[in-house]
């Protein structure tokens, strides 16, 4: 039997799924994990004990014979799914900076994979590569040309995502909207994307779980005046901010929606910035399309909370008949038809 085993390391769950050579998913897992403590040890562990606990007797650990890896950030270099030799290791290991709660990470993964299944192919699918025709207007930041010319330029994000949910409205003027623990809009007309709320990196764009999104340069500007390292604005802006940043405590939508209703002033500001923000993004893709067919939610946030479901409802009305879609979101389907072409 052809088996695939597909790894999508996300910044707060590791998600996998094994594929046989019909493109069929006979076994799914999600984990909670900490990328930033998990060893490469403890890795080999979580994947043995995953595949040996949850599969059992009907697929041993060697059945597999391929294994795909979901990569946030390609640069300029990756445009489309790759196989995975020392060469790519290499270029990803320079793109870790850019995407430090995702790129460091993958890597981990598959030098644990390399270990726990020495020999077996791998390849990588890019969430960059959806974005990477965007037009100039879209993905030019108004900078200084010697610092452009330093590949300073928007890449966009959540791509596997956003390319799923654009093929199945060809036709359509769309909004994708990937709401999790990372959050991202793409504007997407006739299947193609014209623009995206992430950036240079994936710190930019809407308000996340512990990202901050968005924010006034000459805040971090003045913060640099008064003394706080390079160092601590890319912690604080990575994983002190967000909606774990404006409730102080946490960045998970559900627990701050129970809070809310409990009426903690902290949960609600948070929960408000983020509509605030998610519904800016919006409107502007609404104006770049000249219309909306369809708003289409993905992610834990975008297809679970209801609440944030009805509140867009009553917004959109004033748009005309857009329709909303809720779509779960299946990256690791996507990995797999792009790496499938490969071999």
């Known amino acids: 039997m052809d088996i695939t085993l597909i790894v999508n390391a996300g910044s707060s769950s590791l998600k996998l799924q094994l594929f046989n050579q019909e ?15 998990q060893t490469i040890g403890d890795l080999q562990k979580l994947f043995t004990e995953q595949l040996t606990k949850e599969l059992g007797a009907p697929i041993a650990i060697n059945q597999i014979n391929a294994v795909g890896h979901r990569i946030v950030h390609g640069g300029d270099n990756f445009n489309g799914a790759v196989v995975i030799d020392a060469r790519v290791k290499t270029e990803l290991l320079q793109l870790r900076r850019l995407a430090p709660l995702h790129n460091g990470a993958a890597l981990n993964v598959i030098e644990a994979l390399e270990l ?37 330029h928007r890449f966009g ?43 240079y990196t994936p710190l930019d764009g809407l308000v996340m779980a512990s990202r901050s999104g968005s924010v006034d340069p000459g805040i971090l500007l003045e913060l640099l005046a008064q003394g706080v390292t390079a160092a601590e604005l890319e912690e604080g802006l990575q994983k002190r901010s967000g909606l774990l940043g404006l409730s102080g405590r ?27 923000q998610l519904l800016k993004a919006i409107g502007a893709g609404f104006a770049l399309l000249g219309g909306l067919d369809v708003l289409a939610l993905t992610g834990g946030i975008g297809e679970h909370d209801q609440v944030l479901r009805q509140w867009l409802r009553g917004r959109l009305q004033l748009l005309g008949t857009a329709q909303i879609a809720i779509i779960s979101a299946n990256e690791e389907l996507e990995i797999y038809q792009q790496i499938t072409a490969l071999r």
């Open 157 to 199: 994000f959540h791509g596997l995502s956003h390319g799923a949910i654009a093929r199945r409205f060809p036709k359509h003027k769309l909004i994708s909207a990937h709401l999790g623990a990372g959050c991202s809009l793409a504007v997407i007309k006739n299947g193609h994307c014209i623009d995206t709320t992430m950036g």
């Open 116 to 152: 726990l299944l020495p020999g077996v192919w791998q390849a990588a699918a890019f969430d960059t590569s959806f974005h990477h025709n965007l037009p100039v207007e879209a993905s030019t930041y108004a900078l200084p040309l010697e610092w452009r010319e330093r590949g300073l």
């Open 23 to 37: 493109a069929e998913s006979f076994w799914k897992s999600s984990i909670n994990w900490s990328p930033q403590t």
């Open 250 to 276: 946490s960045g998970d939508m559900q627990e701050l929606r129970q809070l809310a209703m409990a009426g903690n002033a902290d949960a609600n500001l948070a929960i408000a910035v983020f509509q605030q």
